[in-house]
């Protein structure tokens, strides 16, 4: 009698600073790579895992999801346990569970919602480098935050996508897009510490490579008074990326929520 197929979903959060993004490469160390790795041992044959989204080098993920398929008798629990015992350090299986046979972690996947964080001080800390973009020039939030909240909305986002991507529409909708300050003190400084850790929340049905990183990175320009809300308008209408901001750097970029129809988001 053969095995059961099942198929299973994972959540998973990793630290990206050390890896050549989700996506296995050839030479590289990267997410898929480690999970496939690790589950293919105990499956006792090659496993492939499919993720809701491919991350780029140094990007982090709260809760990415991703997909497979096990004949192996284990429960999700003790899989959880089991990829834990043996994942490194930076990489971790949150919680498991089986779906029904033809879930796709990506094709599935409803949208998505990205948290970049900056922190902006004077000085940078040693304790949030790897995973916030350090701003130490003075930053307008209200400037920011109007500026953030034309990006929601169905736009043509081509003036905020990486060069050289080939997609067949540029077109993209998001549900929110804000910038905040996180409202307790983060833990990582000191007290009395002068920085804040400001927020940009970003979520929506599907986004272009580097699309928001190259928004966070317009928004500190309108922060720092170099860029308006207008010109935030009329980069999205004429769609060159020479006219927008920089592409933020990868450490503030995390994979916050993956979110499917029947309203369950991984977080």
């Known amino acids: 009698m053969s095995a059961r197929v099942r198929t299973l979903r994972l959540v998973v959060a990793y630290d990206g600073a050390d890896f050549a993004g989700w996506q296995r490469q050839a030479g590289q160390r990267t997410v898929q790579g480690e999970l496939e790795a690790v589950i293919s041992r105990i499956e006792g044959a090659p496993v492939h895992v499919a993720g809701a989204g491919r991350t780029d080098a140094g990007v982090h993920a709260a809760a990415q999801v991703a997909s497979l398929q096990l004949t192996a008798a284990i429960t999700p629990e003790r899989l959880v346990r089991a990829c834990n ?3 490194p350090v930076d990489v971790r299986v949150l919680a498991a569970e ?12 409803r949208g998505k919602t990205y948290r970049y964080f900056i922190w902006h001080a004077p000085a940078g800390s040693p304790l949030l480098r790897r995973v916030a973009w350090h701003v130490p020039q003075r930053l307008n939030l209200a400037a920011m935050q109007d500026a953030a909240a034309l990006f929601e909305g169905e736009h043509d986002f081509s003036a905020y996508q990486a060069q050289g991507s080939a997609v067949k529409s540029t077109v993209r909708r998001v549900w929110t897009s804000r910038v905040g300050v996180e409202a307790a003190p983060p833990p990582w400084c000191a007290p009395g510490d002068r920085g804040r850790l400001l927020c940009f929340d970003v979520a929506g049905a599907g986004f272009l490579r580097h ?13 720092k008074g170099r860029l308006t809300a207008a010109d935030v308008a009329r980069t999205l209408a004429r769609g060159s990326r020479a006219e927008a901001g920089p592409t933020a750097p990868a450490c503030g970029l995390h994979l916050w929520q993956v ?5 369950d988001g991984a977080t």
Not at 104 to 109: G, L
């Open 85 to 87: 015992a043996t994942l």
């Open 98 to 109: 089986e779906m029904f046979d033809r879930f796709h972690a990506r094709i599935h996947a």
């Open 211 to 223: 699309q928001v990183r190259a928004m966070a990175g317009t928004l500190v320009l309108v922060g």
């Open 259 to 263: 979110e499917y129809p029947d309203g």
